[in-house]
Nanobody, 116 residues
Framework: QVQLVESGGGLVQSGGSLRRSCAASGLTFSNYDMHWYRQAPGKERKVVAV????????NYADVVKGRFTISRDNVRNMVYLQMTSLQPEDTAVYYC?????????WGQGTQVTVSS
């Protein structure tokens, strides 16, 4: 069974940090680019970070650049999102996503709430 299981969400104060984790199973993890998306209440889901299959290429949305870091471990089939200097506007449901041509796999999503 192909699945992405996320962990590491929760409540944090403004200026704090959180680390999101996403465990992949049932797929050849190293064949997939990995993404982190987020969706705030009443808004569309948007990508915040992308990492290539080998981990050598990374891209970030401008709003998180310099604060968030995406990484992956192709031995443990894990992808991570280290979030620092969190602000209330970072409050959203965060999703990990595995993508290759014709295939897009989503995690269940986990709430991250940043209090002011």
């Amino acid at each position: 069974q192909v699945q992405l299981v996320e962990s590491g969400g929760g409540l944090v104060q403004s200026g704090g940090s959180l680390r999101r984790s996403c465990a992949a199973s049932g797929l050849t993890f190293s064949n997939y680019d990995m993404h982190w998306y987020r969706q705030a209440p009443g808004k569309e889901r948007k990508v915040v970070a992308v990492i290539s299959k080998t981990g050598t290429a990374k891209n970030y949305a401008d709003v998180v650049k310099g604060r968030f870091t995406i990484s992956r471990d192709n031995v443990r089939n894990m992808v991570y999102l280290q979030m620092t200097s969190l602000q209330p506007e970072d409050t959203a449901v965060y999703y990990c996503n595995a993508f290759r041509v014709s295939t897009s796999i989503w995690g269940q999503g986990t709430q991250v709430t940043v209090s002011s």
